[in-house]
């Protein structure tokens, strides 16, 4: 039989045969061939891992084989793991993610962290998490701390889709605006803990081509990188409850100016903490 592709069908081949054959084409791409290959044919055939283990014996049928070859096709072109699975896991909680937002990094867990430090396990408090695309940093935190009122905005309709999907299996009670930083606020609405994950990047950055998959919009900032943070920043002061904190990632060459810009705004207790590897990635102040 002849797949779309043109490709003429095997039916003697076997799950484990694709299995091996992803295996061998994925190991110029990737440092964990043997992973990718059992992920990719678990999303293109819909089963779990124990799944393909008990049906490894079993012929692929001509659709399957299109499905797979799909998939294998688009890795191959570079688009990221992420975007052929259509999920990723982020603080523990699998989302589902698509090529309009931002993959969720394991480097924002540290954000998600330390705005959890100090934040009532029990009892009311409001965080607001600005710039969300996925909803990975609001949803992370609505399930660390189901007592607190969560909000988060985004700007981008196609991100905010994503975010809202994610949000009606993970936690319904997060509220989603659609929106430029705080301006769909309520202006009388007032947070513990204010956190972004902003676009930081300068629209020169030589890391850019190897983010292409990934949207603009959600990596650059501007001319200079700091545009986002500036006015997140500048806004953040008064939507802040008293004793409440902001708290920014960056990029690892930008703490002293973030921290430059929250002593400018008046916050307190301004300081900069590092990931694993010794670089400064989140800022934070705190309104007296
Ligand atoms: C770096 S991504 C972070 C996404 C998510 N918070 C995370 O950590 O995975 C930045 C997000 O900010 C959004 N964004 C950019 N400009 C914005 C604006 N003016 N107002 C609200 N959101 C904005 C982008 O669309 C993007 O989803």
Same mark, same amino acid.
């Given at each position: 039989m002849t797949s779309d592709s043109g490709v003429t069908h095997d039916p003697s081949r076997s799950l484990r045969d694709w299995q091996y054959d992803l295996r061998e084409q994925l190991r110029v791409l990737t440092d964990q061939p043997e992973q990718e290959a059992r992920w990719l044919l678990a999303a293109a055939l819909g089963l779990d891992g124990a799944a393909l283990l008990r049906n490894a014996l079993l012929p692929i049928s001509s659709e399957e084989e299109t499905r797979i070859t799909a998939l294998l096709t688009q890795r191959r072109a570079g688009v990221p793991l992420a975007y052929c699975l259509g999920e990723w896991s982020f603080y523990g909680l699998d989302l589902c993610v698509a090529p &309009?937002?931002?993959?969720?990094?394991? !480097?924002t867990e540290t954000l998600v962290t330390l705005a959890l430090?100090?934040?009532?396990?029990e009892g009311a408090s409001r965080v607001l998490d600005l710039g969300t695309g996925s909803g990975a940093i609001a949803l992370a935190i609505a399930q660390a701390r189901p007592q607190a009122e969560v909000w988060a905005v985004e700007r981008s309709p196609a991100a905010l889709q994503v975010a809202r999907a994610n949000g009606a299996l993970l936690a319904p009670q997060v509220h989603w605006l659609e929106g430029d930083w705080y301006a769909?606020? =309520?202006? &009388?609405l007032r947070f513990d803990r204010i956190v972004a994950n902003p676009?930081?990047? &300068? !629209?020169? =950055?030589?890391?850019l081509p190897d983010l292409r998959h990934e949207p603009w919009d959600a990596l650059v900032a501007g001319p200079s990188g700091l545009e986002c943070l500036e006015r997140i920043i500048a806004g953040g002061y008064e939507r802040l409850s008293l004793l409440g904190m902001l708290l920014l990632e960056h990029g690892p060459d930008q703490g002293n100016a973030v921290r430059g810009l929250l002593n400018n705004a008046g916050f307190s207790a301004v300081q900069t903490r590092c990931d694993l590897a010794g670089r400064e990635r989140v800022s934070s102040g705190t309104r007296i």
């Open positions: &309009a937002v931002l993959i969720p990094r394991p !480097d430090e100090g934040l009532a396990e769909p606020l =309520d202006s &009388a676009p930081y990047l &300068a !629209d020169s =950055d030589p890391h």
